[in-house]
């Protein structure tokens, strides 16, 4: 069993106001002005968010192996292409959705799962933005469903709804009462796509340790579980932030591994999965965004 520990809970920060201003401003402005002040503005926010910049340093210091200045440097990348992810968010409220373009080179497979019969289960995590996609990918053949955390600021959810949900996405809040795990399960019957954040265990006891960037760290079954369940498949998803204006997908299948039980099958998947991440990770490490400790 699994300790508990404190997690970041990943809310937009700032006020109603705050964020309605920032609509605003990119509606006439270039996000990218937004990015030459947010330059600025980072190094307060590691001043007094310490909690989440001590977890990132950590993270590229002893996962990475880092020098304690180029851990330093790293972290102050890592956050400022935190808060670049968060502007491109509001640049897309506000209309520039236009300005952003989206790679993804993993088209065809995407296209497959379209076209498959059964639902399909995409594995995401908390690196890059996966949200993004669903501002940009403009599909209407299979509605998407993605898990949310469910207590974020009320503008954003105004703005995030009204966005995606004219892309097919729908979102499912993550509740205490569990009502989402009948949603998704509801989607996947009925041949959709779910994306599933698959790096945070949520305080649930139902996970698989993992060997993981020099360390071991608690991975959660559930998508697995669902997938072995419905018998859907499963592709690892990932959506980084590769320059100012553009963005890439990454997927890769999971495999179902032999095994003579549905448990050995999850935690086989749920291990692949956790190599997956570890591969991404590697190749982008500045994009990783659990900013509180990860590792047991």
């Not at 599909?139 to 954003?156: C, D, P, T």
């Not at 490490?285 to 400790?293: A, D, H, I, R, T």
């Amino acid at each position: 069993m699994v300790k508990k520990k404190k997690e970041w809970e990943g809310v937009t920060g700032g006020y109603t106001l705050g964020q309605k201003a920032l609509k605003i401003t990119f509606s006439l402005v270039d996000v990218r002005v937004g990015y030459a002040l947010l330059a600025f503005v980072i190094p307060f926010y590691m001043l007094f968010a310490r909690k989440g910049y001590l977890a990132i340093c950590r993270y590229f210091r002893k996962h990475h192996g880092y020098s304690p200045l180029k851990s330093f440097l790293k972290t102050y990348r890592n956050h400022y292409l935190f808060g670049q992810m968060l502007l491109d968010r509001f640049a897309v409220y506000a209309g520039q959705c236009d300005a952003f373009r989206l790679d993804n080179p993993d088209n065809a497979l995407f296209l497959r799962m379209l076209d498959d019969p059964r639902g399909c289960i995409l594995a995401g995590a908390h690196i890059g933005n996966p949200e993004f996609c669903g501002y940009l990918l403009k599909q209407q053949r299979k509605r998407i469903n993605s898990l949310i955390f469910g207590g974020e600021a009320k503008e954003v959810q105004k703005n995030r709804t009204e966005t995606l949900g004219s892309n097919n996405v729908r979102l499912i809040p993550v509740t205490e009462d569990l009502s989402h795990v009948f949603l998704v399960s509801d989607a996947l019957a009925n041949g959709e796509m779910v994306i599933m954040p698959c790096d945070r265990t949520f305080g649930s006891a139902k996970s698989v340790t993992c060997d993981f960037l020099n360390g071991q760290a608690a991975f959660p079954i559930g998508a697995f579980a669902l997938a072995v369940q419905f018998r859907a498949p499963v592709l690892a998803f990932f959506v980084l932030k590769i320059s100012a204006l553009r963005y890439r997908i990454h997927l890769v299948p999971i495999p179902v591994p032999d095994g003579p039980s549905k448990r050995e099958q999850i935690e086989g998947m749920t291990r692949c999965f956790a190599r997956e991440l570890e591969r991404i990770v590697k190749r982008y490490p500045e994009q990783w965004f659990n900013f509180y400790p990860f590792w047991d």
